[in-house]
């Protein structure tokens, strides 16, 4: 039984936007610095400051999927295993917060996978990988869905 | 309510929470599949040179004769491309080139044609996993087609072939397997397999998949029918998908018309198809991101809306039962009604508490409308498989709308009903309707319990109706089986033929239009509607132009001009997707939240710009929504022509039954009084005083009359906007227009039939127009 997972968490106020997560993330992911649709975590300015679009390892996307591509880990992180996508995206539409991510010209989507790199990688300390339980992120609401008797 | 039925769980069962799959609680079955595979006999093998699909198309299709084991392999040409695009085109130009107009459902020459499109197995969309079928119908000898998802297009064409075709007659039972793996097409015997789908289709994914994995089942496709296709007119094809979290080999369902029965009359038990895997890249898509962006654009409209708009997520198409019940469109008793006080029992609301929710229940992979509900561990109560637990695909909108048809007004009938439909091989849709009519003939006397060979088919006999069904797949030779299974018209000719009743009646009440029986909507008080079913080329089907909203919900269509162009404009639009290799819900049964302000709501425009950028995107060239349009206009006319050339493609095989249009019976009449009293005053013109003068048959008579003048001046008006003459034959001019300049023989067909309806005197107007009355057109030979 799964219970605790590693997630990024955000401090907004120390984000001063290098970019460096996102280059960092985008090696892990492609083995490239540019950032951007390459990388899983994204800063985005917002209010005059940043804010982070990253996946929190809530699990929706696990029971989107067609072919179980998706999986939640003994470890927790929700990750895709590329031998048995098609690359349909149900799983980047889907995802309430955009933390499921397409590259251009990618078959595949990618996503965080908690390792760190982008934390590792914050000069500003504005990231942190921090444990919680399942319970505090998981979600699952692909039923009831507006139906009442 | 037997005990069984009461232990289903009465709250929905989800799942949802991560890797293991869902337990359904069916019924565990062992096949030996060695024993079965023993029986194989390899009669026919041919080699293929294993090629990537190009830009949407595989360039080949597959021909197999069943008598003389010929298989071979058909090049597509450029031409074929242009004029066809794919899909249900392919099927009928290969028909028009390799059969003959004369030939009949059990001729061996009939071509039975599975077709995919450009489009087709596209992952990034929802709905692009159709099949689309053509074959000469049993019921009404020209051609039907059909369509449903599962995965057998999309692998037919992933292993090398947009289209397969079948033709001749094998002298026993045989399956063909497609080895998209190995490059091999092989014709080998089945002795030992069960016949009805639900076993048939579990044993051959086990027997055909790669190896013991969920991963190596879902690249397997099985195509079968069942024993009720073999004995009836009302066979269907059931194409498998591989549920892997049910762990169950699911079902979609295409065969209005009798597709089934054609292929069991071939002894076809099955098709095979098996592929190496796929992903988004294998339709070979000349622009990924712009099909991608596409698809996410369209998918989250789903995530976001669905559950404010139609909930086809969580109950499917049966979320219309309510609509339908509330505008008086839901047929009961056999279309005598639009509504029944005991609907609300048969509503979506207590099949969502059947059907296991959280599953992603796409009949193709990446398809989010996931329309293809199920409820699992049903305790069947009747038939071969009775007390064994089972997964039922469905029930969609058709069957429920089928079950109210026939007054059964109860979810575990309705279930057990659709079950045991899909297993045997049997469409729904015609066979409820039938049913329908028998049940009313039932209650008029003029059939009764020993004409019936003792079923008491009486309106809400659930359990009489599954005997039917049981007593059509055991090949029951009664006398009153063998012509109750091969639908409406034939019984109709029945009940003439014996005297049992009086001929108006029971030609007004059996709702059928050239031989295939109606769908499941009242459509009395829409004469878009009546058009739309009456006009079909395949018979009175809805997904040719389903225009019942449109007219009566949304009233978008007030004037004979806007009907008349809504039937040119959608049957063509929706023929499209049968082209292509695509599912029309996902064009309509989710809208964009500002669909209500465009110039045109009821096209849905975003949609239809959405598949213009797919299709450029997969082709490599630019795309245009009229572009779509000059496509399927073209397949739209030449399937018209076909039907001329097979006999069927005038006025005459175009006037729908009077049930449809109107009220057959008094107690119609009264049931709805005020509201055809309204009409015959405002619409007839006939006076207060007048009309309380009048005896109810009277004011059916006037109103019938009233409703066929207005019928015939639509006919007109939807003849003339299609280019067709006044008797409803495309004319050579259009069909030219349309780019079929070299197709020498079809247009000489064409004209000879024009010529011959001018001999008859029959290319004038159907309706009568006085003085002030908007003709179609005022030259009288337009169509020259």
Redesign the interface.
């Known amino acids: 039984m799964v219970e605790t997972v590693k997630i990024i968490r955000f401090h907004a106020e120390k984000c001063r936007g290098h970019y460096d997560c996102e280059k960092a993330c985008s090696q892990v992911q492609f083995g490239d610095d540019t950032g951007g649709d390459h990388s899983a975590i994204r800063i985005v300015k917002s209010n005059g400051g940043f804010s982070m679009v990253n996946c929190d390892q809530c699990g929706l996307c696990i029971d989107v999927c067609p072919v179980q591509a998706l999986k939640r880990l003994p470890s927790g992180v929700v990750t895709v295993n590329k031998e048995l996508c098609i690359g349909c995206m149900s799983c980047v539409a889907f995802c309430p917060v955009d933390g499921m991510r397409r590259a251009k010209g990618m078959v595949y989507p990618h996503k965080c996978i908690s390792c760190g790199a982008c934390v590792r990688a914050c000069p500003e300390g504005a990231l942190e990988l921090v444990e919680v339980p399942i319970s505090e992120v998981e979600r699952v609401v692909y039923y009831h869905q507006g139906v009442c008797d | 309510m037997s005990e069984e039925c009461l232990n289903h769980a009465e709250t929905?069962r989800?799942?949802?929470?991560?890797?293991g799959p869902f337990i359904t609680g069916n019924t565990e079955r062992t096949h030996d599949i060695d024993r079965l595979r023993s029986g194989h006999k390899v009669l026919a093998e041919y080699t293929f040179e294993r090629k990537p699909v190009k830009r949407g198309y595989a360039g080949r299709i597959l021909y197999v004769n069943l008598t003389d084991l010929e298989i071979r392999e058909i090049p597509l040409t450029s031409d074929v491309k242009e004029k066809f695009t794919g899909g249900k085109g392919f099927g009928l130009k290969m028909t028009w080139d390799l059969m003959g107009p004369d030939t009949r459902w059990n001729d061996p020459e009939n071509i039975l044609a599975l077709n995919s499109g450009p489009l087709n197995g596209t992952?990034?969309y929802s709905g692009m996993g159709k099949c689309l079928s053509t074959t000469v119908s049993p019921s009404t000898n020209i051609i039907c087609d059909s369509n449903a998802g599962g995965y057998f297009a999309p692998y037919l064409k992933f292993s090398g072939f947009d289209s397969l075709i079948l033709q001749g007659k094998a002298r026993e039972d045989i399956l063909v397997f497609i080895d998209g793996t190995a490059g091999k097409v092989t014709i080998e015997t089945a002795p030992y397999e069960e016949t009805n789908s639900h076993l048939l289709s579990e044993q051959l994914t086990y027997m055909y998949a790669a190896e013991d994995s969920?991963?190596a089942r879902?690249k397997v496709a099985v195509v079968s029918a069942g024993k009720g296709s073999e004995n009836s007119y009302w066979g269907i094809l059931n194409i498998s998908f591989y549920d892997?979290?049910r762990r169950v080999t699911r079902m979609k369902q295409h065969g209005r018309g009798g597709l089934g029965t054609v292929f069991r009359d071939k002894k076809l038990k099955a098709l095979v198809a098996r592929i190496e895997g796929?992903?988004?890249?294998t339709n070979d898509p000349q622009d990924?991101?712009r099909i991608?962006e596409t698809?996410?654009k369209?998918?989250?409209e789903?995530?976001d809306l669905?559950?404010?708009e139609n909930?086809m997520?969580?109950?499917g198409t049966g979320n219309l039962v309510e609509i339908m019940d509330a505008y008086d469109l839901l047929p009961t008793e056999n279309y005598r009604f639009g509504s029944f006080p005991k609907a609300s029992r048969i509503y979506?609301?207590r099949f969502?508490?059947r059907f296991t929710?959280?599953?992603?229940d796409?009949c193709w992979?990446?398809?989010?409308i996931a329309c293809s509900k199920a409820v699992d561990g049903f305790v069947l109560r009747t038939g071969p498989y009775k007390g064994e637990r089972v997964t039922v695909d469905g029930p969609e909108y058709e069957t429920i709308g089928g079950g109210a048809n026939m007054s059964v007004w109860d979810v575990d009938w309705i279930l057990e009903f659709n079950f045991y439909c899909d297993t045997y091989g049997l469409d729904t849709i015609s066979t409820a309707t039938a049913i329908a009519f028998y049940m009313e003939m039932y209650e008029y006397g003029i059939l009764n319990k020993e004409r019936c060979d003792g079923l008491e088919l009486c309106f809400g006999n659930a359990e009489a109706v599954l005997e039917f069904l049981h007593r059509i797949a055991s090949g029951d030779r009664s006398e009153f089986i063998q012509v109750a299974s091969k639908g409406v018209r034939r019984m109709k000719d029945h009940l003439i033929a014996k005297g049992w009743g009086d001929p108006d009646l029971i030609e007004n009440c059996g709702m059928e239009v050239k031989g295939l029986e109606y769908s499941e909507y009242v459509c009395k008080e829409s004469l878009a509607q009546q058009g739309g079913y009456a006009l079909a080329s395949k018979g009175p089907q809805h997904d040719e132009a389903w225009l019942i909203f449109m007219d009566m919900v949304n009233n978008q269509i007030p004037t004979f001009k806007d009907k008349a162009e809504a039937l040119h404009y959608f049957p063509i639009w929706r023929t499209w997707f049968a082209i292509v290799g695509l599912c029309k819900l996902p064009w309509n049964d989710i809208v964009p939240a500002d669909n209500a302000s465009t110039d045109e709501p009821a096209k849905i425009p975003e949609h239809v710009r959405n598949y213009a950028e797919i299709m450029s995107g997969i082709l490599g060239r630019e795309i245009t929504p009229q572009d779509l349009m000059d496509q399927s206009e073209r397949v739209y006319n030449w399937q018209r022509a076909m039907n001329v050339w097979m006999g069927k493609g005038r006025r005459k095989d175009d006037i729908p039954p009077y049930r449809s249009m109107g009220p057959v019976t008094e107690m119609e009449y009264l049931s709805r009084k005020d509201r055809y009293d309204n009409q015959l005053k405002e619409l007839v013109g006939i006076s207060p005083e007048e009309l309380s003068s009048m005896s109810v048959a009277d004011r059916i008579r006037v109103l019938r009359e009233h409703r066929y003048e207005e019928y015939n001046k639509l006919v007109d008006a939807v003849y003339y906007r299609r280019g067709w003459t006044p008797n409803g034959v495309p004319s050579p001019k259009k069909m030219r227009e349309l780019g079929f300049s070299d197709e020498k023989e079809m247009l000489e067909m064409l004209q000879k039939a024009i010529d011959d309806d001018d001999a008859a005197g029959l290319n004038v107007w159907g309706g009568s127009y006085g003085e002030g009355d908007e003709i179609p057109c005022d030259d009288p030979r337009y169509w020259e």
């Open positions: 929905a989800t799942i949802g929470r991560g890797n992952t990034q969920e991963s879902q892997p979290r796929f992903n988004g890249m990924i991101d991608t698809g996410i369209h998918n989250r789903i995530r669905d559950m404010h909930n997520r969580t109950v979506s609301t969502y508490k929710q959280g599953i992603p796409g992979y990446g398809c989010n």
